[in-house]
């Protein structure tokens, strides 16, 4: 439950001609882990979905789902089954989300179903049945039209599970920019159901396996612990059906319970300085640059294993810990490098346009050590460039190991 007390509200009158409105938006949603959520005999999504829009009065059993394509091929009989046993009345936009189409076509896309169903304002959420591209797209057309329209998520992907599924912001690309239109805009639940990792591919576990090693890096020595103890299975199997071990099972309540811990005081970004924003300096730059190669995840791997080169090159790491962070990024079948880091004209590009965003500071969180974080204002190309050398060494290391071990 993530909650923002409404502190003070007034019209105040300074003078003739002169007012002050002042008001505050109490905001109050549930993230809530529910295995087997499409299990036609368990009432609780029905349940959780007519509950959460009951202070809106009168109850209708009209929604209109969004669902990834992908996530459609998998379970969409299972939904279409949910959804009609427990007495809904449905229409069902399936589209392809992926990085390359989160864009406002798709969201006009919505938007155009959301005006063909005549979704209720009030009375009939829009639920987001999909990754973190979709639950984005889904959540910003819902928050603009009409002015603001409910919605539910209900991620199928580990990055949604663990970061775009529970927190405020939407948004999309634009003009080769990343998330660069967007609001904040809370859902009324988001829904979290492991059994959907099951049918993911390794490679996306992976992708959302660096969001929470993000959060363990500035946060939790423990947690980074069991990220590290993850890294040395093989992912499918840890996330896998009937072995879903208590490794995968912490990772993921950990992960959400402190990501949470850093959003909900600060749900609107008022304080700029984030220490959830570790690996997202440079990745939103890397990661348009190579839009059609890497997954969100994966951008955010390669700035967590360079700004690691910087934190050693600064003297806030010791070479054996850094060393650690990229041999786990490794094991988690992520790549510390790529050659974008070799432009450096990029990387200064990067950094420029993270300052614009943090309103003129680079604000830029660092480990300093496994588990906590510092602040800077102050890194330069210069070390920029060591922080890429350092990485670029270890992946030539590790290279050459995995040649000689053939």
């Not at 998330?179 to 990792?197: E, H, K, M, V, W």
């Amino acid at each position: 439950m993530i909650l923002s007390a409404n502190y003070r509200h007034g019209l105040g009158r300074e003078s003739k001609g002169s007012w002050t409105v002042d008001a505050v938006k109490q905001v109050s949603y549930d993230v809530l882990v529910r295995r087997d959520l499409l299990k036609t005999g368990d009432p609780f999504l029905a349940e959780a979905l007519r509950g959460c829009v009951a202070a809106a009065g009168n109850s209708s059993d009209r929604r209109l789902l969004v669902v990834d394509e992908v996530v459609d091929t998998i379970y969409g009989s299972e939904i279409d089954a949910y959804f009609s046993a427990h007495g809904f009345h449905t229409s069902k936009l399936v589209i392809d989300a992926h990085e390359q189409v989160k864009n406002w076509a798709s969201v006009d896309a919505v938007l155009a179903a959301m005006d063909g169903f005549g979704v209720d304002r009030r009375r009939e959420p829009v639920i987001a049945i999909g990754g973190g591209v979709l639950c984005d797209v889904v959540g910003f057309a819902a928050s603009i039209y009409r002015r603001g329209t409910p919605y539910v998520r209900i991620p199928t992907t580990l990055i949604g599970l663990v970061d775009a599924g529970v927190g405020v912001k939407t948004g999309v690309n634009h003009r080769a920019a990343k998330n660069r239109i967007g609001t904040y805009a809370q859902p009324l639940l988001s829904l979290l159901d492991t059994r959907f990792l099951t049918s993911l591919p390794v490679r996306h576990l992976g992708n959302g396996m660096a969001e929470i090693l993000k959060v363990a890096l500035v946060k939790s020595r423990p947690l980074f612990e069991y990220v590290e103890q993850a890294s040395l299975c093989d992912l499918k199997v840890l996330f896998e059906e009937h072995k879903h071990t208590d490794v995968a099972d912490y990772v993921i309540e950990e992960s959400i319970h402190l990501m949470l811990e850093e959003l909900q005081p600060n749900l609107w970004e008022g304080t700029l300085e984030r220490c959830v924003d570790y690996g997202h300096t440079f990745s939103p730059t890397i990661e348009m640059h190579a839009v059609s190669e890497l997954l969100h995840g994966e951008a955010v791997a390669i700035d967590m294993a360079l700004t690691t080169g910087i934190a050693l090159d600064r003297g806030l790491m010791r070479e054996a810990e850094a060393v650690r962070v990229l041999d786990v990024i490794t094991g988690l079948g992520l790549q510390p490098w790529n050659d974008v880091l070799k432009k450096q004209d990029l990387l200064v590009a990067a950094l420029e346009d993270t300052v614009r965003h943090r309103d003129g500071l680079q604000r830029l969180p660092l480990t300093s050590g496994i588990g906590e974080h510092v602040f800077v204002n102050d890194v330069s190309a210069a070390q920029m460039a060591a922080g890429a050398a350092f990485v670029e060494s270890y992946a030539g290391d590790l290279a050459g190991w995995q040649e000689s071990a053939a």
